[in-house]
């Protein structure tokens, strides 16, 4: 795929219509297209037998009895690194449980005489390694036997090792002794990049916040924040030397109202703020004592906007610039001058002084070369350069940071955009349109961090739009996250150890506060936690749920606002006609994902209010034959907290009938080309203009239209299946597709990287296909795959369909 400005995050955030409850729409769980995570292995047996978890340590291993935590026990730490851990624990031991324990340096006697405690535990701090492999100052064993519990690793195995005795201990005040199952754990993380990342441009969050997303973060082992500063509508880092930056460019005159940006409507708000350099200052050592580094990112070429709001000399043309109202890609970046590298060599300069990290990302997404193809200056720049287009031109702006910073001391981290062009020496690369961009990285060597929008974009909802407390567009469910492998097929085994890790990504222009922000992230940082963590082979969906489970008590102590899952179970389901039966019994069986909350549902289509039925054991639901139920449910918490509205479709179908083949057959599909710049695949569907051009097509080649924006196509006719059977097919569009069988839509593919399938029961012989598809800008593909009864996927031939 070649991803696109228009496709981005943009398109990605605009309204996303609910996916019409297609007759025979997406196939649920009931009809075994299970999501990508695994089923039952030898090694979810195992993990099963783990303590509730999250991430899941490498190795895990039971033991007989358990330790009983009391008053008479003894902290010991063998120095002052474990005793800066063994403070922690005794914090949290007050503060949770109202235990008071002793922290003493050394270790337990080996023999103890009458009056030595006869518990303790002990932690040992041992010595970190100068060259680290992957996590190799990460690892840390855990032995908990009834006499006492022993933590030992390097500084920072001992934090995490802490980190994993912190969720074995009782979430809850219980009255002493605490029981802690015996238990020994070796464990070292997967990735040694493990990271979060948060969008202040768009929207700025109160240190506190900052502050509670790194105790989170670190909760889970977490060891990376990436801290979005600059953007379009806002630069939020304090510089010195160019205080307009934040005087003006940390100021927008108002916010774009929800998704009106076209036609645009402001909310007449001025909106703004920014981060001092000493609490920039603070935030890192904030992080640094829980082990996470922050890696500050100063966007550049492109989201250049507040700044040449305070800077217009930096710009191609004169100004003047406002800071941004309104989201999406703004023209106006930095224009490659010497005036341009000069101010961002003096602003990195104090930037590399807040930060330690040794990375700086400079951003690189989303910069479009118009500016730079009109500039005499940028094209100046290209021929003195020798630089064939702006790709190459936008190539050597990321050099030149990169050597500069070199000469600070730091490596640079873009976005998968720094590719285009040539990528510079030794960037990291940060691939977020998909895979594409981390496996080109990984095989020239590159090393990457895995972020692509199908897993790891966390401002995309968790279920579809129309179930969402925030409709936020996109859809990213919990068990995608957690199914995502950042290690992409395509790589060689030393190609793979370019892959540092992986990263959550927070963006904000829908988000507005702290609240809005936990309920985006939580539980999917969770699932993210142990992608980064665990090995992929110890890894298992239905385990995880139930880790998970337990972890629900702890965020609730902590008061994080996370968005209550669905419950398990309640999943689509497709039964086929059997027989010429009128009915079938269906069996809804559900589990709360949060352990004690009440379900209510209600299975005729109403609002699961108050008065809706409470669930309590399975129920048996009488599917009509054609008639889709919807069965929705909420989840109330018992402090009265509620889940938005689940919903699963439940369908008894009979088989779509054969339709009559067309009585003048011509062959191949009919194509009709719409030029305009669709927003939504209804709108497309219901188009009933004249069509721009027509014809028939044998395949789904785009090139034919002889477009590249701003047009849709409707193709149409009808395709013959061999024999009576339930047809799988699979669609994929950029931007956006939709199939209609027999004149009722099977999918609307409304993301522009993934492929949805359904499935339709079809008798023998000829059916209708229609297949929409639009275009707004940037990459273009359509993929339309079809499956026979127990067959594999593949591409339609459209020589064979006729209309
Ligand atoms: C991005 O989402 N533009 C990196």
Redesign the pocket.
């Known amino acids: 795929m070649k991803p696109t400005l228009a496709n981005?995050?943009i398109l990605a955030r605009l309204t996303r219509a609910r996916l019409p409850l297609a007759l025979f729409g997406m196939v649920g769980a009931a009809i075994g297209v299970a999501p990508a995570a695994n089923a039952a292995t030898p090694a979810t047996q195992a993990a099963t037998l783990a303590p509730e978890l999250v991430p899941l340590p490498a190795h895990v291993q039971r033991g007989e009895g358990a330790f009983a935590l009391d008053a008479s026990t003894t902290i010991y730490a063998n120095n002052a690194e474990a005793r800066a851990v063994a403070q922690l624990l005794r914090d949290e031991l007050a503060s949770q449980q109202g235990l008071t324990l002793t922290v003493r340096s050394g270790a337990p006697k080996p023999n103890q005489g009458e009056d030595e405690p006869s518990r303790y535990v002990q932690f040992v701090a041992e010595p970190a390694s100068a060259k680290p492999g992957a996590g190799a100052n990460e690892r840390y064993r855990l032995e908990v036997t009834a006499r006492g519990i022993r933590l030992a690793g390097p500084p920072a195995g001992l934090f995490y090792g802490y980190q994993t005795l912190r969720q074995l201990l009782p979430a809850a005040r219980v009255a002493p002794p605490l029981r802690v199952g015996a238990t020994t754990i070796d464990d070292a993380p997967r990735f040694a990049y493990r990271g979060m990342h948060l969008d202040v441009g768009r929207h700025l969050f109160p240190l506190d916040f900052i502050k509670r997303y790194l105790d989170q973060m670190a909760r889970y082992k977490l060891n990376t924040f990436h801290w979005h500063l600059t953007d379009d509508q806002g630069w939020r880092l304090e510089i010195k030397r160019y205080p307009k930056l934040t005087a003006v460019g940390a100021q927008r005159k108002e916010t774009v109202v929800g998704r009106n940006i076209d036609p645009y409507v402001g909310d007449g708000q001025p909106y703004g703020g920014f981060y001092t350099q000493e609490q920039a200052r603070e935030v890192v050592a904030y992080a640094r004592a829980r082990h996470i580094t922050v890696i500050p990112e100063i966007e550049m070429p492109g989201h250049a906007l507040a700044a040449l709001a305070a800077y217009p000399e930096l710009a191609c043309t004169p100004g003047p610039f406002a800071v941004g109202t309104n989201w999406g890609v703004y023209d106006d970046i930095f224009c490659p001058k010497e005036a341009t590298f000069k101010f961002l060599e003096n602003v990195l300069d104090e930037v590399v002084a807040i930060f330690p990290a040794p990375y700086l990302h400079i951003g690189g997404?989303?910069a479009p070369k118009t500016r730079w193809k009109a500039s005499a200056e940028a094209q100046a720049v290209m021929r003195r350069e020798g630089l064939k287009d702006e790709h190459e031109l936008q190539s050597y702006f990321i050099r030149r940071m990169e050597k500069f910073l070199h000469s600070r001391g730091k490596r640079i981290i873009g976005?998968d955009e720094i590719l285009e062009g040539g990528l510079a020496p030794d960037a990291t690369v940060m691939s977020?349109r998909g895979e594409a961009g981390g496996i080109a990285a990984a095989q020239q060597g590159h090393d990457v961090v895995m972020t692509p929008t199908q897993c790891c974009y966390f401002d995309y909802g968790q279920g579809p739009a129309a179930q969402e407390q925030w409709n936020l567009g996109g859809e990213l469910s919990l068990d995608k996250v957690y199914a995502y492998d950042p290690v992409p097929a395509a790589l060689t085994a030393a190609q793979a150890r370019h892959v540092l890790g992986v990263q959550g990504?927070v963006?904000t222009e829908h988000l507005k506060t702290p609240a809005m922000v936990e309920y985006m992230v939580f539980p999917r940082l969770l699932a993210l936690a142990e992608v980064a963590w665990t090995p992929q082979a110890q890894r298992a969906w239905p385990d995880f749920q139930r880790r998970l489970r337990g972890q629900f008590a702890l965020l609730e102590r902590d008061a994080v606002g996370y968005r209550i899952p669905a419950p398990q179970g309640l999943d689509d389901a497709l039964i086929v006609q059997h027989g010429d039966a009128r009915t079938h019994r269906y069996t809804a069986t559900l589990t709360p994902a949060v352990p004690g909350a009440t379900i209510r549902y209600t299975l005729d289509g109403s609002e699961p209010g108050e008065g809706a039925a409470v669930y309590a054991a399975p129920f048996e639901v009488v599917l009509e034959l054609d008639k889709p139920v919807r069965l929705r449910a909420v989840s109330v918490l018992a402090d009265g907290r509620r889940s938005g509205v689940h919903e699963a479709l439940l369908r008894y179908r009979s088989y779509l009938p054969a339709v009559a083949k067309p009585a003048n057959p011509k062959p191949g599909l009919e194509y009709r080309v719409f030029d305009s710049m669709f927003s939504d695949l209804t709108m497309l569907h219901a188009s009933a203009r004249a069509p721009a051009q027509a014809g028939a097509a044998d395949s789904l080649d785009l090139a034919r239209f002889g477009r590249s924006r701003a047009f849709g196509v409707q193709f149409d006719g009808y395709v013959q299946v061999p024999a009576d059977g339930v047809y799988r097919f699979a669609l994929q569009g950029d931007d956006r597709s939709a199939l209609y069988l027999d004149g009722e839509q099977a999918i609307a593919n409304e993301t522009y990287d993934r492929t949805q399938q359904t499935e339709v029961p079809l008798r023998r012989g000829w059916h209708r296909l229609q297949l929409d598809w639009y275009q707004r800008e940037g990459g273009m593909s359509l993929s339309l795959r079809m499956a026979a009864p127990g067959g594999e996927l593949q591409a339609l031939d459209l020589r064979e369909a006729v209309h």
């Open positions: 981005s995050r997404d989303e976005w977020w990504n963006w």
